[in-house]
């Protein structure tokens, strides 16, 4: 009876996630991103949203324009010009050295060029996740993947959650046996370099000094590799026309993108913090998180329970956050649902919360209630949890990327 009792719990909650994520996807879909016509949504934006800079930003740099990418007036103009209408604004905010990987997607019509960007980048994500499951549970881990609340948000709008996700995820499983790929994949993983605040510490506490020299090379080379193209005055540009527009957007603190951002500077400033007393408020936050997954995943040789921490505590240490940037800790919540780790039934309302936030801030943040921020918090403190737990298994049951025989 029991056994009975706690299948059908597991079935409720298996059904539950992925209804709650439509249900909550639906009404944003309707007013915010629904096809108008002429390739516009009905905001006016073009359908893919952010995408359209990983189309355009190649295709003027390699025709000339590359410091275009650095004015912003100009590159507004020369985006609404490339469209052929007046496109509400945009600005570039990648290492050049992403310029050769766009150009791929630049050589494509922009609706086939965004299918692949879609597409393949979620497949990739899905193979990391999912090479982490049981077999039997693969299919329904796909599923919830593909529903999940943050890859939703990025498969609308045209985000780089799938790759960052990818390369996070997939570096932190393979920090044991495959030293030299998780340097790789960090590497990589500068072109969002807020999304790897974290790893420089973590990885120093588990003395993984392959990794973080592999790391090092990784991103040297990657941007030396552009300085015969660039030279040095585009970098220096990126430098301080990105880093002054990204802090000019926390300071006004105005605008849509506000709807969207799921850190804890901006759970602060949506309940009438000023910059300062939040930007007070996210490094409490951050020190707390760095200090705390450095100690747990000293805790655990699982490397999907050590994959969760970090993954947890990454958008609770940058305040430059978003929801499109939770693709990881989707995955975290995946790995949960279909028994990877452990599901405590007395954690539910927070992994039920978390799995919702990416969604349910673009209807709290407006209302100056940025909840979202509590959510991801109560689950890294879950996380931490499992990391110290005594049933964590040795070594876990880590698959394919975490296993000797791929290394």
Not at 324 to 336: K, Q, R
Request: hydrophobic share 55%; glycine share 8%; with cysteine.
């Amino acid at each position: 009876m029991m056994d009975a009792t706690l299948q059908q719990s597991d079935l409720g909650r298996r059904v539950l996630y992925p209804i709650c994520s439509l249900a909550l996807i639906a009404p944003l879909v309707w007013w915010l991103y629904w096809p108008a016509g002429n390739g516009l949504d009905v905001t006016g934006h073009q359908i893919g949203r952010d995408f359209l800079n990983n189309w355009v930003g190649p295709q003027l740099a390699y025709d000339g324009q590359l410091l275009t990418l650095f004015d912003l007036d100009a590159y507004h103009a020369a985006i609404s010009r490339i469209f052929g209408q007046p496109l509400p604004f945009h600005n570039w905010g990648y290492p050049l050295f992403t310029m050769p990987f766009f150009w791929l997607f630049a050589q494509l019509p922009y609706f086939w060029a965004l299918a692949v960007w879609t597409v393949g980048l979620f497949a990739i994500f899905a193979a990391v996740t999912v090479s982490q499951v049981e077999r039997s549970q693969r299919p329904y881990a796909l599923i919830a993947l593909m529903l999940a609340p943050a890859c939703l948000i990025n498969a609308i709008g045209g985000q780089n959650g799938f790759i960052s996700a990818s390369l996070l995820i997939g570096g932190l499983l393979c920090i044991d046996r495959r030293p030299i790929v998780a340097g790789l994949l960090f590497g990589l993983l500068t072109f969002k370099p807020h999304l790897g605040l974290v790893l420089p510490f973590v990885l120093v506490a588990l003395g993984a000094w392959r990794v973080i020299a592999v790391a090092a090379v990784t991103a040297i080379v990657l941007v030396a590799a552009t300085l015969p193209w660039t030279g040095i005055e585009p970098w220096r540009l990126y430098i301080e026309v990105t880093g002054s527009h990204q802090t000019h957007l926390l300071e006004r603190f105005h605008g849509f993108y506000t709807v969207m951002m799921a850190s804890v500077f901006a759970g602060a400033r949506t309940f009438g913090l000023g910059y300062q007393a939040a930007m007070a408020v996210q490094a409490i936050v951050s020190v707390t998180a760095i200090a705390t997954a450095c100690w747990a995943v000293r805790q655990t040789t699982d490397p999907c329970r050590r994959a969760v921490v970090v993954a947890c505590a990454v958008p609770l240490i940058s305040p430059y956050a978003f929801n499109y940037d939770l693709t990881a800790v989707a995955a975290s919540l995946v790995w949960i649902l279909t028994g990877r780790l452990p599901w405590r039934p007395s954690f539910t309302p927070i992994y039920l919360f978390a799995w919702l936030a990416p969604t349910a801030m673009m209807y709290l943040n407006p209302s100056g209630l940025g909840l979202a921020p509590l959510a991801l918090i109560a689950l890294y403190g879950t996380a931490v949890y499992e990391a110290a737990a005594r049933d964590a298994p040795e070594g876990g049951r880590a698959l394919r990327l975490g296993t000797p025989s791929a290394a």
